[in-house]
């Protein structure tokens, strides 16, 4: 509760012997800390909930990826949770468990550029069919961005079926496309 104490750390030592109820209410209090409460890392307080592992954890993860309970927007449309936001749906990517596939498909249709983009990145990491077949559609979409998060969401799935689509890429009218398949075809060959 006083992180600013120099006996911070031993602190920190002794709360990891508590019981997981304990740590769990303590993580999703700091994960969901006002942005502007610069006491706490709040990434750090959802990497400790993806540590902890338990169901409650995840969800509460799940749920700051999707946005609940995130503040309004600032004027310019951009929240200071986005950075937090998108660091939670790139831990459910790398936990690929397909219960979170839903939730992050139905919140790609109506999410805005740069999350859809991250979203599109963390598909990638599940090794789902249904999130490969997102990730081939948006191959066709008329934002080249999206089809830069899908080529790179192709690359995360390490699969050399995904090769013939990414070559078909190199003849994208955008260079930051064809760029981005060349990239990922070296990668991946």
Not at 70 to 79: E, H, I, L, Y
Not at 142 to 158: F, H, K, Q, T, V
């Amino acid at each position: 509760d006083q992180p600013s104490s120099p006996s911070f750390p031993e602190a920190a030592l002794a709360v990891t012997t508590l019981p997981r109820s304990f740590m769990l209410d303590r993580l999703m209090k700091l994960a969901h800390a006002p942005a502007e409460d610069r006491r706490f890392d709040r990434r750090q307080a959802v990497e400790g909930l993806a540590r902890l592992g338990t169901g409650q954890a995840w969800e509460t993860i799940l749920r700051i990826a999707l946005g609940e309970g995130k503040p309004a927007s600032t004027p310019a449309g951009v929240s200071k949770d986005d950075s937090l936001q998108t660091y939670a749906i790139l831990l459910l990517g790398e936990k690929g468990d397909e219960a979170f596939l839903p939730p992050l498909l139905e919140f790609l249709s109506r999410s805005q550029q740069d999350l859809r983009g991250e979203i599109l990145l963390a598909l990638g990491l599940f090794h789902d069919p249904r999130a490969n077949q997102v990730l081939f559609e948006n191959l066709r979409s008329p934002d080249p961005n999206d089809r830069i998060s899908a080529i790179l969401g192709l690359r995360n799935l390490e699969d050399k079926d995904s090769i013939p689509a990414l070559i078909a890429m190199l003849n994208d009218s955008d260079a930051q496309v064809r760029q981005v398949a060349n990239f990922a075809l070296q990668r991946l060959t």
